[in-house]
């Protein structure tokens, strides 16, 4: 319905966001390569809604 009144639908990020700092602060305290952890943590949050095909691709993306 929104796109027929021509209102542009926008997603809140903020839980996004706040789950990969926390996904990112967790590994940086337990000395782990965060790029890997938060994308795998992505992947396995979001793949529903996302391209992506694996937590490789994901890793890929980040």
Avoid: N, Q
Wanted: overall charge negative.
């Amino acid at each position: 319905r929104a796109a027929d009144e021509g209102i542009e639908r926008t997603i809140d990020t903020t839980p996004v966001i706040k789950s990969i700092m926390a996904a990112y602060e967790d590994c940086e305290s337990k000395d782990i390569l965060p790029v890997l952890f938060i994308a795998l943590h992505v992947f396995r949050k979001f793949h529903s809604w996302s391209r992506l095909r694996s937590e490789a691709d994901c890793a890929m993306a980040m």
